[in-house]
């Protein structure tokens, strides 16, 4: 299993939750990472598909430009109105032609995604579930655009800020190099005060 970009250490941002039709968010992008494994609400165990890989989703941090409707952040159990500025995760799961599937044709028909780039997410309407024992579907549209000028110039900073937090975080796919046994040694018989 790999992981591609854990949350950098401490980082507490609430994540975003659409309620009803017609609630959005726009924000500008700051990291997107496509390999976040769900886990199931009940037991916090990590979904998995019947061939026993895990199910993913991808995650969107960014920096809040708007919201429209009853759309609100969930951080700790807790509802956090969302305002423009506030750091936030997108999660967008449904498989490829689900709400990711919608997720990614809009990555593509942006030709990619930039730092700064603006993202609309919209919860745009429901479908009855194939199995009346579950709950309707709920379809969201994804819009990805390139920053306007003065979009970029106000958003950089804090998007570079969020990516950075990432980067410097070690990862599984890319650990620190081991130390030596005599760099080992060395560091540890000296002084630390």
Same mark, same amino acid.
């Given at each position: 299993?790999?992981?591609?970009?854990?949350?950098?250490? /401490?980082?507490?941002?609430?994540?975003?939750?659409?309620?009803?039709?017609?609630?959005?968010?726009?924000?500008?992008?700051?990291? &997107?990472? $496509?390999?976040?494994?769900?886990? *199931?609400?009940?037991?916090?165990?990590?979904? !998995?598909?019947?061939?026993?890989?895990?199910?993913?989703?991808?995650?969107? &941090?960014?920096?809040?430009?708007?919201?429209? =409707?009853? @759309?609100?952040? !969930?951080? /700790? =159990?807790?509802?956090?109105?969302?305002?423009?500025?506030?750091?936030?995760?997108?999660?967008?799961?449904?498989?490829?032609?689900?709400?990711? =599937? !919608?997720?990614?044709? #809009?990555?593509?028909? #942006?030709?990619?995604?930039?730092? #700064? *780039?603006?993202? $609309?997410?919209?919860?745009? $309407?429901?479908?009855?579930?194939?199995?009346?024992?579950?709950? *309707?579907?709920?379809?969201?549209?994804?819009?990805?655009?390139?920053?306007?000028?003065?979009?970029?110039?106000?958003?950089?900073? @804090?998007?570079?800020?969020?990516?950075?937090?990432?980067?410097?975080?070690?990862? &599984?796919?890319?650990?620190?190099? +081991?130390?030596? @046994?005599?760099? &080992? +040694?060395?560091?540890?018989?000296?002084?630390?005060?």
């Amino acid at each position: 299993m790999q992981i591609s970009s854990p949350e950098p250490a /401490g980082a507490r941002r609430p994540y975003v939750k659409l309620n009803e039709v017609g609630d959005s968010v726009v924000i500008s992008i700051g990291h &997107v990472d $496509r390999s976040i494994e769900e886990r *199931d609400y009940e037991t916090n165990e990590v979904k !998995r598909w019947d061939d026993g890989n895990p199910v993913t989703q991808t995650r969107i &941090v960014g920096i809040v430009h708007a919201v429209e =409707g009853s @759309a609100v952040g !969930r951080m /700790g =159990g807790e509802e956090v109105a969302l305002e423009p500025g506030m750091e936030v995760a997108i999660f967008v799961s449904g498989g490829k032609q689900g709400n990711q =599937g !919608r997720y990614k044709d #809009a990555e593509r028909d #942006a030709g990619g995604v930039e730092l #700064a *780039d603006i993202f $609309r997410y919209r919860f745009d $309407r429901t479908e009855p579930a194939s199995n009346p024992r579950y709950n *309707d579907r709920k379809i969201h549209t994804s819009d990805i655009r390139r920053a306007k000028p003065e979009e970029k110039q106000k958003y950089t900073d @804090a998007c570079e800020e969020i990516w950075n937090g990432f980067q410097n975080t070690p990862t &599984v796919s890319s650990p620190e190099p +081991a130390m030596s @046994a005599a760099a &080992v +040694a060395e560091h540890f018989s000296e002084d630390p005060f």
